[in-house]
């Protein structure tokens, strides 16, 4: 099975995680896909983020009706800081070892992943897969792998992966990249401007109904 991680604080979520969701899962034609809101993110400030079961409460309703998208608490049920190598782990023993692992990530995530828990640990659990902006150039991607990640990895054009003898592969994906960010919708919150098309209506709904980012 091509199942499909998707990681976030998704603080809320909105029309630019939704719609590279979709795109990813097409171009790698995922069985399953999997939204992921963590629980407590070891990079966010406390305070700016809402509460868990809010945000998973968004990533709900932003889902409902859209059967090739899923949504998953695993952060939530667990304690403490939310480490992805942990939930690689738990769906590697959930699935068992023949699935096909795929962790989703925007290319400025990808940027900071030395600082995450166990990161080379991460390649040799599950393949990534980096969204990338059309026409951002691949060079200092190509370099952030081989110095920060393994100089093993090698680089295929005709298929956008890297490839490595031991671990996962790497591939980049141009998705339609929606200039939408979590923080420009809680700043428009937060000064009384609408959000309307940033984020589904249920999401829109929900932030006014609970006051959040206010
Ligand atoms: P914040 O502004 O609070 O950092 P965010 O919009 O970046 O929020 P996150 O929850 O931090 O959202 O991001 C989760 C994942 O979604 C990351 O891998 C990020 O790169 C990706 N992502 C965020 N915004 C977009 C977007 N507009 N299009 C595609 N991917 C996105
Ligand atoms: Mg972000």
New binding site residues.
Partial sequence: MRLGL??????P?????L??AVEVREAFKLDRLLLIP?AY?PH?RAG?VADAEDRLEMVRLAIQGETSLEVSDVELARPGLSYTIETLRHFKDRFGPESDIHF???????SEITTWKSYQELFSAAHFIV?TRPGSTLRGLEDFIHTQISADYQYDPASRRYTHPEWHNISCLD????????????ECVKQGRPIRFLVPDSVESLIAKKGLYR
């Avoid at 998707?6 to 603080?11: C, I, L």
């Avoid at 979520?13 to 995680?17: K, M, P, S």
């Fill in positions: 998707f990681g976030g604080t998704f603080n979520i909105h029309l630019g995680h719609r590279a963590s993110p966010k700016h989703i990530v925007g290319d400025d995530a990808f969204m998705i339609t990249h929606l200039d939408i960010s979590s923080t420009k919708i809680r």
